[in-house]
C-alpha cells in the first residue's frame, strides 16, 4: 500500500478548500452533486498496518506531524485483530521470553505487536511498531543546515524488531549481532522459515477478512471480530425449491486451483493461502495443478498439489480427473479474496444512474467459493433445455451494468477465474490456445451442448493481468501471444468475436449460431438431469 504522505495532505487540504467554496457560491445556480467514496479504492493488502500507524500517531499527540487517517473499515479491523493473529508476534514464542503484550523499549514507550515481519526476522523473534519523540530544536535547525525541509518533523513511528529477552533494536545489522551474542552463531534463512509461513496465512486470512468488510461496507456501527459468509440456507433461499432440489453435495464436488511459480514469493503465498482458507474453510480441500518445477515448493506449504503442465494441460488434467471421480469440476484462480452475490429488483431503465441504484438497492451477500459452485450447478441441472454444463460468474468486479438485464445468460462468455463442469460433458480446452483459452471453452460448450449459465450477480474479488505466475507470464510486453490467441478465435469462431475498442488486445464475444447445428446427443444428454 503506498501511503499518503503529508505533502499530499497540504496540497490538496489547500485545493479541497477553494474546491468547497466553489461549490458553495455555485449552489444557488445548480444543485450539488453527491459523491460517495468508493471503500473499494481505498482497502489495500497493508491497510490493516496502516490503520495502526495512523493510530499510534495519533495518540502520540504530536503538532510536528501530519498524517492521514485511514480507512474506517480497517481501522476498525485492525482493533479487533488480537495480538497472536498478527504477523509481527513470534512464530515460536520461547520459554521464558517476554509477552508481547508487555513488550517496552529501554526507556519504557511501548511497542504495538506490528501487522508486518521483516523476511530475514528470526521465528522466535518479534516485530513492533513504537511511538517517537519529536525534533529538538537543535535537531531540527541541524537538518535544515544540511537542506531538508522541516516543516514537518519526524515520522512519528518507528519499526522495533524486539528478541525473546524483550532487548528492542531498530536495524537488522545490531539485531543480528545480538542475536550472535544470545545464540552463540550467525542468523541463518532457516531461522525464519516459520516466520514466512506464518505471515502469509495470517495476512491471507485478513486480506479475506477486509475483503468481506468491504462488502459489507461497515463504515459505521459495531463490527464483529472476524466477518464470515453468509449462511448457505439463507443464501439458497434465492433459489426456488425445485432448483434446491438440484444442490450437489459438497463431496460432490472437486475442486481445482491452477497455479504455477508463485509458492516462494511472499505475495505469492498470501494469495494461495488466501483462497487455501476459504475452500477449507467451507469445507472443501482442492488440489492445486502446478509446473513440475515448482511441485516441491507448493507441496511444502502443506497443500494438496500435483503436476499440471502448461495452462491449458492443467485444465485438461483437472477436468479429466474429476471425470475419473465422478464428480463435478470446479476451477480456481489462485488469487480470489472473496466471492458476492447481489439479489435484488433489476433496473427499471438501461441506464447507468438506473443500473447503479438498483445495484446499490440490491441485498449483498458474502458467499463461500463451495456456496458459489453449488449455486451455479443447481442453476445448470434446473434450467430449460438445452442443459449447460458450463456456468460460471460475471467477468467483471461490479455487476451494476447488468443490472437491467436477466440474472442468468445463457450464450455469453464465462471467466477461466471460476467456472462450474458438470457431469456428462467431454469438452476439453484447445491445447495450442495459451491465453483466452476461456473465450475458446465457452464457445465449444454452447456448440456442444446449446448453451451455459453465467450468473450476472455473482461477482469476484480477484487479481487479474499484473499478477505473476500462471497465465500471466504467458504475456509478452508486445502483445504478440495475445494477438497470436486472438487469431485463432477468430478462424475458429468466425463472426463470434470483433476487437474491443476500450482495450487494447481484448476481444469482446457475440455468439452466432455456428454453421454446424448442436450435435443431437447435446440435447438427449441435456434431458439426464431434468429431476436432478
Same mark, same amino acid.
Given at each position: ?13 489547500? $485545493?479541497?478548500? +477553494? ?10 445556480? $445548480? ?36 498524517? +492521514? ?48 515481519? #521483516? ?14 519523540? +519529536?525534533?529538538? #530544536? ?50 541463518? =534463512? ?71 511459480r508463485r509458492a516462494t514469493s511472499p ?14 474453510? =467451507? ?56 466471492? /458476492? ?19 446499490? +438497492? ?8 463451495? =456456496? ?27 455487476c451494476s451494468r447488468v443490472f437491467h438485464?436477466?440474472?442468468? #445468460? ?26 483466452? /483459452? ?5 464457445? =465449444? ?7 451455459? $449459465? ?26 504478440? /501471444? ?26 469482446? $464475444? ?17 434431458t439426464m438431469f431434468q429431476k436432478c
Amino acid at each position: 500500500l503506498k501511503r499518503w504522505h503529508s505533502l499530499h495532505v497540504l496540497r490538496f487540504g489547500t $485545493m479541497a478548500k +477553494a474546491m468547497r467554496a466553489s461549490a458553495s457560491r455555485a449552489s444557488g445556480v $445548480m444543485k450539488k452533486k453527491a459523491v460517495r467514496k468508493s471503500v473499494k479504492n481505498l482497502i489495500r493488502k497493508t491497510s490493516l498496518r496502516t490503520a495502526l500507524v495512523a493510530n499510534i500517531k495519533a495518540k502520540a499527540g504530536r503538532k510536528d506531524i501530519n498524517f +492521514a487517517a485511514a480507512p474506517k473499515i480497517a481501522d476498525k479491523t485492525q482493533s479487533t485483530i488480537a495480538l497472536e493473529e498478527r504477523a509481527g508476534y513470534p512464530a515460536k514464542l520461547s520459554k521464558g521470553a517476554v509477552n508481547p503484550k508487555d513488550w517496552k523499549t529501554y526507556s519504557g514507550v511501548k511497542i504495538e505487536v506490528d501487522f508486518a515481519r #521483516a523476511p530475514w526476522l528470526p521465528d522466535t523473534w518479534g516485530q513492533g511498531v513504537k511511538k517517537t519523540a +519529536a525534533l529538538t #530544536a537543535t535537531a531540527r535547525k541541524a537538518r535544515e543546515k544540511n537542506g531538508l525541509n522541516m516543516k514537518v518533523g519526524g515520522g512519528g513511528i518507528l519499526t522495533t524488531y524486539v528478541a525473546p529477552d524483550g532487548k528492542s533494536f531498530f536495524h537488522k545489522g545490531t539485531s543480528q549481532k545480538h542475536f550472535l551474542k544470545v545464540e552463540g552463531r550467525p542468523m541463518t =534463512a532457516k531461522d525464519c522459515i516459520e516466520g514466512k509461513l506464518r505471515v502469509a496465512k495470517l495476512q491471507a486470512a485478513q486480506q479475506v477478512h477486509l475483503a468481506r468488510a468491504q462488502i459489507k461496507d461497515l463504515s459505521s456501527g459495531r463490527q464483529p471480530e472476524m466477518i464470515g459468509t453468509d449462511k448457505d440456507e439463507t443464501f439458497f433461499k434465492i433459489l426456488s425449491p425445485s432448483e434446491r432440489r438440484c444442490l450437489p453435495k459438497t463431496a460432490d464436488l472437486y475442486f481445482a486451483v491452477v497455479s504455477a511459480r508463485r509458492a516462494t514469493s511472499p505475495e505469492g503465498v498470501r494469495d494461495i493461502f488466501m483462497v487455501q482458507t476459504q475452500l477449507v474453510e =467451507a469445507g472443501a480441500t482442492p488440489t492445486w495443478y502446478v509446473d513440475k518445477d515448482s511441485l516441491h515448493d507448493y507441496q511444502s506449504l502443506g497443500l494438496k498439489a500435483v503436476v499440471g503442465g502448461k495452462l491449458t494441460e492443467a485444465r485438461n488434467k483437472a477436468l479429466q480427473d474429476a471425470r475419473k471421480l465422478g464428480k463435478v469440476c470446479i476451477q480456481c484462480s489462485d488469487d480470489i479474496s472473496a466471492w /458476492e452475490y447481489r439479489d435484488g429488483k433489476p433496473a427499471k431503465e438501461r441506464s447507468d444512474e438506473a443500473n447503479n441504484a438498483a445495484h446499490a +438497492a440490491a441485498r449483498r451477500y458474502i458467499i463461500s467459493p463451495v =456456496a458459489a459452485a453449488k449455486f451455479i450447478t443447481a442453476k445448470m441441472r434446473s434450467a430449460d433445455n438445452p442443459k449447460p454444463k458450463l456456468g460460471g460468474v460475471y467477468m467483471l468486479g461490479s455487476c451494476s451494468r447488468v443490472f437491467h438485464a436477466d440474472p442468468f #445468460a445463457r450464450q455469453h462468455f464465462i471467466l477461466g477465474d471460476f467456472f462450474v463442469v458438470d457431469l456428462h460433458s467431454k469438452v476439453n480446452f484447445d491445447p495450442q490456445m495459451t491465453l483466452k /483459452e476461456d473465450y475458446d471453452f465457452t464457445c =465449444a460448450h454452447i456448440k456442444a451442448h446449446g448453451s451455459v $449459465m453465467r450468473c450476472n450477480r455473482m461477482t469476484l474479488n480477484v487479481k487479474h493481468y499484473d499478477n505473476g505466475g500462471g497465465a500471466c507470464t504467458n504475456r509478452d510486453k508486445k502483445g504478440e /501471444e495475445e494477438k497470436r490467441n486472438i487469431e485463432i478465435l477468430q478462424k475458429k469462431w468466425p463472426g463470434c468475436f470483433r476487437s474491443n475498442p476500450k482495450r487494447k488486445n481484448e476481444v469482446i $464475444m457475440r455468439w452466432k449460431k455456428c454453421q454446424e447445428e448442436v450435435p443431437r446427443g447435446s440435447a438427449r444428454i441435456g434431458t439426464m438431469f431434468q429431476k436432478c
